[in-house]
């Protein structure tokens, strides 16, 4: 089990399926969690009481250069530091290529690209300010295998791991850690329960492990590359998909 105990870590897309299960498993494991996304996080799934003291919530979007400057001034101002950033913000607008929209296109660049950069960018600005950190963003298989109708995404995610082997040669220098894990289909179980034989069945035929993965298996890689465990991890891609498309 990756040990996180009183490291502050910002995750992204906190009010979604990946980014929610984040907050409470690195909660549990005794992280300081700063969370963001552009939309509340249900009542119902917010953390209990007893880590209020070790846990921070902010509505930002996340190609907002402002709204982000805002989110580090509160990380700072209320923890004194950040040791990690854990991005899970994306846009996924589908279309084939003929069919797709300017604008649809754009907005999947900007919100799963353009946020990619912009919180690498300001995260290690708040980290070399304590003396380093770790970086792990999140691609996706689709950055690699080629699906209709995600021609926006796909170059998305493929640039992100571009970008990320970048900022691991540029941060380097201040002790910056920076990695991407690459999920393949993930769904949590209540999602799954919704889920048809027919449509089960369909997913089992995609992957070698046969089925779909759970947020918490691709969250413990996260965790692995946020820990001192992963100290001699940066620059490398880390697909977790179950045996998708092989």
């Avoid at 984040?22 to 909660?27: G, S």
């Avoid at 996304?37 to 009542?43: E, G, K």
């Avoid at 003929?98 to 999947?108: F, K």
Wanted: glycine residues 8%; charged residues 20%.
């Amino acid at each position: 089990m990756a040990q996180l105990k009183d490291k502050v870590i910002l995750i992204t897309g906190a009010a979604g399926m990946l980014g929610l299960a984040a907050v409470h498993m690195f909660l549990e494991r005794g992280a300081v969690v700063a969370a963001c996304d552009a939309r509340p996080i249900p009542q119902a799934r917010m953390p209990v009481s007893d880590h209020a003291q070790r846990f921070l919530y902010a509505e930002a979007d996340m190609t907002n250069e402002i709204h982000i400057r805002n989110v580090m001034s509160m990380i700072r101002e209320r923890f004194g530091r950040l040791d990690g950033l854990y991005h899970n913000v994306y846009i996924n607008r589908t279309a084939t290529i003929v069919n797709q929209d300017l604008l649809d296109w754009e907005d999947t660049i900007k919100g799963t690209l353009t946020s990619t950069f912009l919180m690498n960018k300001h995260a290690a600005r708040q980290m070399r300010t304590n003396g380093g950190g770790a970086i792990v963003n999140t691609s996706s298989v689709l950055g690699t295998i080629p699906v209709p109708e995600n021609a926006a995404y796909g170059a998305s995610k493929a640039a992100v791991e571009q970008l990320t082997r970048v900022a691991a040669v540029e941060l380097a220098p201040w002790s910056i850690r920076v990695n991407a894990i690459v999920p393949g289909d993930f769904k949590s179980e209540e999602l799954l329960a919704g889920y048809t034989d027919r449509q089960k069945d369909a997913i089992r035929q995609k992957t070698l492990i046969g089925r779909s993965g759970f947020p918490d298996e691709v969250n413990e890689l996260a965790a692995f590359l946020l820990s001192d465990a992963a100290s001699y991890a940066t620059g490398s891609l880390y697909p977790i998909t179950g045996g998708f498309g092989l």
